[in-house]
């Protein structure tokens, strides 16, 4: 699975963010330190501030910066914020339902590994993307 550029964008704000959660972080600080388009980073600053992941600060000084702390934060909310989350498997060839009185030979496959795609992205928070990133 890829992500869209969105929820691409929107994981290298978080993770910025998230190396100095009390910094405040400027539009045009992170639109030039991730080469993000100014309009779209606008508007992913907005989404990401309305579905309350980030806050933003108003005046001379102001800024954006983490809601809550990057351990509270899962994987799933990011792409859910900025492009909806399928909670459910989907059918393998793209029908919005699959027959399950007759479903095709990818049927169980897809489903089960799509499970583990999904649970692993509610399981995993943005301070783990920081930590590993830390790491390497």
Same mark, same amino acid.
């Given at each position: 699975?890829?992500?869209?550029?969105?929820?691409?964008?929107?994981?290298?704000?978080? $993770?910025?963010? $998230?190396?100095?959660?009390?910094?405040?972080?400027?539009?045009?600080?992170?639109?030039?330190?991730?080469?993000?388009?100014?309009?779209?980073?606008? #508007?992913?600053?907005?989404?990401?501030?309305?579905?309350?992941?980030?806050?933003?600060?108003?005046? #001379?000084?102001?800024?954006?910066?983490?809601?809550?702390?990057?351990?509270?934060? #899962?994987?799933?909310?990011?792409?859910?914020?900025?492009?909806?989350?399928?909670?459910?498997?989907? &059918?393998?060839?793209?029908?919005?339902? &699959? $027959?399950?009185?007759?479903? &095709?030979?990818?049927?169980?496959?897809?489903? #089960?590994?799509?499970?583990?795609?999904?649970?692993?992205?509610?399981?995993?928070?943005?301070?783990?993307?920081?930590?590993?990133?830390?790491?390497?």
């Amino acid at each position: 699975m890829t992500f869209s550029k969105t929820t691409e964008y929107a994981l290298r704000v978080l $993770a910025l963010m $998230a190396g100095d959660e009390r910094k405040l972080h400027s539009s045009l600080e992170l639109h030039k330190e991730l080469k993000i388009p100014k309009k779209y980073l606008q #508007r992913l600053l907005t989404d990401l501030s309305k579905s309350g992941l980030i806050r933003s600060i108003q005046g #001379r000084s102001g800024g954006f910066l983490l809601a809550r702390k990057a351990d509270k934060i #899962r994987i799933s909310e990011i792409i859910d914020a900025v492009e909806g989350f399928r909670k459910e498997p989907g &059918c393998f060839f793209g029908f919005d339902t &699959c $027959a399950l009185d007759n479903p &095709c030979s990818m049927h169980d496959i897809w489903t #089960r590994s799509q499970k583990d795609f999904i649970n692993m992205l509610n399981k995993t928070r943005l301070s783990d993307l920081i930590n590993k990133s830390k790491a390497n």
